[in-house]
């Protein structure tokens, strides 16, 4: 089974970098821009989660595939420092194939990650519904203004433009968003990479309860892309649902600037906050 591997031996976190992953040796420094909303200390999803993306498309394959579905499982919070990163191919195949990704912090597992690649082939399906976008594009939508330039994902990682609601609004959301850096230094970032990143901001940018009163951070993070995206924009229809007893699940539909792109989902846990997260 094919096999590819990233660690870092050095325990010190690297300069300030304009890419959310600096690669040093054979693993990957964060950079401030991947810091999440509930601890300075810990990532927002969308980076790591983007990471173990490029690391498992890049494995070697015979014929042109493609990743149809990837499912993100967070154990813990991800700290802002040095992350080494496996992947391997599963299950072989031609046509289907099967691949996984770790992502550690030394001994410790952070993240697993599952993918499922198909075959590209030019096919006659019929005729298809044209692409559209029922709603305004990135240049016709409103932009998100941060509340500070303190780096953080949801800050300097990424632009927001909202077609329908606004960050501090409750209730679904409409936003485009584009990286603002690559997600790795030196290496181009892949649709793949820009879709999922972009798919963990579901909870936060549809948020159902008010921020600063309940914690709602997400234990998954699935997305299935029936087209490749187009172009730097990415955009979210979201919404979530929640239940008293603290569980809910956010789904958003994924668009790019020509038309629908796929769907993703996030399984969420529900507090109470005590103090409000440092990084709101």
Same mark, same amino acid.
């Given at each position: 089974? %094919?096999?590819? /591997? *990233? +660690?870092? #031996?050095?325990?010190?976190?690297?300069?300030?970098?304009?890419?959310?992953? =600096?690669?040093?040796?054979?693993?990957?420094?964060?950079?401030?821009?991947?810091?999440?909303?509930?601890?300075?200390?810990?990532?927002?999803?969308?980076?790591?989660?983007?990471?173990?993306?490029?690391?498992?498309?890049?494995?070697?394959?015979?014929?042109?595939?493609?990743?149809?579905?990837?499912?993100?499982?967070?154990?813990?919070?991800?700290?802002?420092?040095?992350?080494?990163?496996?992947?391997?191919?599963?299950?072989?195949?031609?046509?289907?194939?099967?691949?996984?990704?770790?992502?550690?912090?030394?001994?410790?597992?952070?993240?697993?990650?599952?993918?499922?690649?198909?075959?590209?082939?030019?096919?006659?399906?019929?005729?298809?519904?044209?692409?559209?976008?029922?709603? %305004?594009?990135? /240049? *016709? +939508?409103? #932009?998100?203004?941060?509340?500070?330039?303190?780096?953080?994902?949801?800050? =300097?990682?990424?632009?927001?433009?909202?077609?329908?609601?606004?960050?501090?609004?409750?209730?679904?959301?409409?936003?485009?968003?584009?990286?603002?850096?690559?997600?790795?230094?030196?290496?181009?970032?892949?649709?793949?990479?820009?879709?999922?990143?972009?798919?963990?901001?579901?909870?936060?940018?549809?948020?159902?309860?008010?921020?600063?009163?309940?914690?709602?951070?997400?234990?998954?993070?699935?997305?299935?892309?029936?087209?490749?995206?187009?172009?730097?924009?990415?955009?979210?229809?979201?919404?979530?649902?929640?239940?008293?007893?603290?569980?809910?699940?956010?789904?958003?539909?994924?668009?790019?600037?020509?038309?629908?792109?796929?769907?993703?989902?996030?399984?969420?846990?529900?507090?109470?906050?005590?103090?409000?997260?440092?990084?709101?």
């Amino acid at each position: 089974m %094919a096999y590819a /591997a *990233a +660690s870092l #031996a050095s325990g010190t976190m690297a300069a300030m970098s304009d890419a959310l992953f =600096t690669p040093q040796k054979r693993g990957y420094v964060p950079s401030d821009h991947a810091r999440g909303p509930w601890d300075r200390a810990a990532m927002h999803g969308g980076p790591p989660a983007a990471l173990m993306a490029g690391v498992m498309e890049a494995l070697p394959t015979e014929a042109p595939m493609a990743v149809v579905r990837i499912t993100v499982e967070i154990f813990r919070p991800v700290p802002l420092r040095p992350v080494e990163v496996a992947a391997r191919i599963e299950r072989e195949g031609r046509r289907v194939q099967l691949l996984s990704a770790t992502l550690t912090d030394g001994n410790t597992e952070l993240c697993r990650a599952t993918a499922w690649r198909m075959r590209i082939a030019d096919l006659d399906v019929g005729e298809q519904p044209p692409l559209e976008v029922p709603f %305004a594009g990135p /240049a *016709a +939508s409103t #932009a998100h203004v941060p509340e500070s330039v303190d780096p953080a994902f949801h800050r =300097t990682g990424v632009e927001m433009r909202y077609a329908h609601g606004s960050f501090i609004e409750q209730g679904p959301a409409t936003v485009w968003m584009r990286l603002v850096n690559p997600v790795v230094a030196g290496r181009t970032t892949t649709p793949l990479q820009r879709a999922v990143a972009a798919a963990d901001f579901g909870n936060g940018v549809a948020s159902a309860l008010p921020w600063g009163q309940y914690l709602f951070i997400n234990t998954d993070l699935t997305v299935y892309l029936h087209r490749q995206p187009e172009g730097e924009w990415i955009c979210l229809d979201a919404s979530t649902d929640v239940d008293p007893r603290g569980v809910g699940v956010a789904h958003s539909r994924l668009y790019d600037e020509r038309g629908p792109i796929g769907r993703s989902l996030q399984g969420l846990f529900i507090d109470r906050l005590r103090v409000t997260p440092p990084g709101v």
